[in-house]
């Protein structure tokens, strides 16, 4: 029985290597890539590991006097869309998982219905309200649009939900208020979805192309993901292979770190350590 056992973990563990190696695989082909020279690219892409092997690619990038610029734009879009997002989303919550108020299951109803509505549906309205109030070209324009996450919602109801409301009850009894049980209370149970919920949103909004193409019409206000696309003209033909791999590197670097200092956040999240 110990030697099956034994078998089964090392095979569980050679499945997870094997996926492990076929996720990883084509980020080092991209990392790879962008060390390359791009005439050595035009010719063949099958040489990742022998030489030449060059900065360039990287150079081009930083050498770009906006490029710096883009990432910071990026970079208070994403926070700030990550920080009222959660204070949205853990409000309204709360609210659904632990309050009764009239037309509360047609109201969450409809937060599940935007699910299903896509995002190319509502963008000519969406351009339309944002232009008659002239905020295009706005941190408000690029960060507003996205604060409607039913999703956020959904995951933040569930996890209130989990949590044992004979801890809020007792609170309760002791004269609490219900925004003092939510802020002192629920609030820090809730740290590991939040921490999810966040990385998500992060994520969302650091890789987020179509809207802020839409609104974004000036370079100064451009994010770093319709910056670097406008540095691009004719693929391989101009700056080439070589420097579109690298751009996605430099693009993802910072949710790559990101992602690494919030890890045990997600994995706590997804056990549901909080609630227990």
């Given amino acids: 029985m110990h030697g099956r056992r034994t078998l089964g973990d090392h095979l569980v563990l050679a499945a997870v290597v094997l996926l492990a190696a076929i996720w990883v695989a084509p980020i080092a082909w991209?990392?790879?890539l962008s060390f390359k020279p791009n005439d050595e690219l035009m010719r063949s892409t099958g040489h990742l590991l022998s030489p030449p092997f060059t900065l360039k690619n990287y150079a081009d990038i930083l050498g770009a006097s906006s490029?710096?610029?883009?990432?910071?734009n990026s970079a208070v879009v994403a926070v700030g869309q990550t920080v009222l997002t959660l204070a949205v989303a853990s409000a309204a919550g709360y609210g659904f998982a632990r309050t009764s108020f009239p037309g509360k299951p047609v109201l969450f109803a409809l937060t599940l219905a935007a699910f299903a509505v896509p995002e190319q549906a509502i963008i000519v309205p969406l351009h339309t309200l944002f232009a008659e109030a002239d905020l295009h070209n706005t941190y408000a324009a690029l960060i507003l649009p996205r604060l409607a996450f039913p999703f956020g919602v959904l995951l933040m109801t569930q996890y209130f939900k989990a949590i044992p409301a004979e801890i809020e009850e007792a609170a309760l009894l002791d004269n609490a208020s219900r925004f003092k049980v939510f802020w002192r209370i629920a609030l820090p149970l809730s740290l590991p979805a939040q921490a999810t919920l966040g990385i998500y949103t992060f994520l969302h909004a650091w890789n987020d192309y179509f809207w802020p193409l839409v609104s974004a019409t000036k370079p100064e206000m451009y994010t770093l993901t319709v910056g670097l696309a406008s540095m691009q003209t004719n693929f391989a033909q101009t700056e080439g292979i070589g420097f579109l791999m690298a751009q996605a590197v430099f693009a993802g670097l910072p949710v790559l770190v990101l992602y690494l200092f919030f890890q045990r956040h997600i994995v706590t999240?997804?056990?549901?350590?909080a609630a227990k």
Avoid: E, R
């Fill in 30 to 32: 991209i990392v790879g």
């Fill in 67 to 72: 490029v710096f610029a883009w990432m910071l």
């Fill in 269 to 273: 999240a997804v056990a549901g350590g």
